[in-house]
């Protein structure tokens, strides 16, 4: 199979699911975008070195992440964050925003840190088993089962503050 027509293939069955979590990770719809088209050109690049081991879905998620990641450890992504933050801050107590905020688990996803929000991601909205999660995350099975349980609570709380059941 030809390389763009393997490339377009790739993009066609992951592309939504590669925007969906690189956003939940970024924040932001547009950093999200440029996250997926870095995997993309990163995967074309290293594809001869794939070998298979796990899912092409498990091996662009680990690409994607990585891509996330060197997004956030920029000077500019850690700036506009903590400028966001405070813009959002002085903005102040419109009882309105704040509901709509709390009432969507999607809002709850996105107050946990990156690394719950990373397990998350992969857990429910990738549904990605625990197995091929440790291969993205590059942690044990163990490490793993323990970090989805601790995300798990996190947004048991968040939800439960935001006042959903946990039931």
């Known amino acids: 199979m030809p390389a763009e027509q393997f490339l377009e293939k790739l993009m066609h069955e992951y592309g939504d699911e590669l925007l969906r979590t690189c956003y939940l990770y970024l924040k932001d719809y547009q950093l999200a975008e440029d996250a997926v088209q870095e995997t993309f050109i990163k995967a074309m690049r290293s594809y001869d070195t794939f070998e298979h081991k796990s899912s092409e879905k498990t091996w662009l998620m680990r690409i994607a992440i990585n891509c996330c990641k060197n997004v956030m450890r920029t000077r500019w992504f850690r ?19 704040d509901f709509l905020e709390k009432d969507s688990v999607s809002a709850a996803i996105m107050d946990l840190n990156a690394d719950d929000r990373q397990i998350i991601v992969l857990y429910y909205y990738q549904e990605l088993s625990v197995k091929e999660i440790a291969i993205v995350t590059g942690k044990s099975e163990n490490a793993t089962i323990q970090r989805l349980s601790r ?17």
């Open 151 to 167: 995300a798990r609570g996190k947004m048991k709380k968040i939800l439960t503050e935001a006042g959903y059941d946990p039931k």
């Open 79 to 97: 700036t506009r964050q903590n400028n966001l933050e405070d813009h959002m801050n002085r903005i102040g107590d419109d009882p309105i925003n």
